[in-house]
């Protein structure tokens, strides 16, 4: 699996995966192409965007990995992680 470092990458990685997801009730065959799920798929693309544009804000280090993260994804550890979670 391809790293996922901003929104493209983001983008291709929901393409290529083999995803079955069902709203209310119905098969979406391409959620990049859904109305309802899009903007959803793209706020969340924005913040890799983000952590490339504000790495500072938007990306941290983690402690599981040692490499950097999306801060989205990251479990905060104190009170400043929940500020700049909050802030980005």
């Not at 693309?45 to 490339?52: F, I, K, P, Q």
């Amino acid at each position: 699996m391809e790293k996922i470092i901003d929104k493209e990458s983001y983008l291709k990685s929901i393409s290529n995966r083999n995803l079955k997801i069902y709203l209310m009730g119905e098969l979406v065959e391409n959620p990049l192409d859904h109305p309802i799920i899009r903007p959803s798929i793209e706020a969340m693309a924005e913040t890799y965007d983000l952590a490339v544009r504000e790495p500072l804000l938007a990306s941290v280090k983690s402690p599981y990995t040692g490499e950097n993260i999306n801060r989205f994804l990251h479990i905060a550890e104190s009170s400043e992680d929940l500020f700049l979670q909050n802030k980005m």
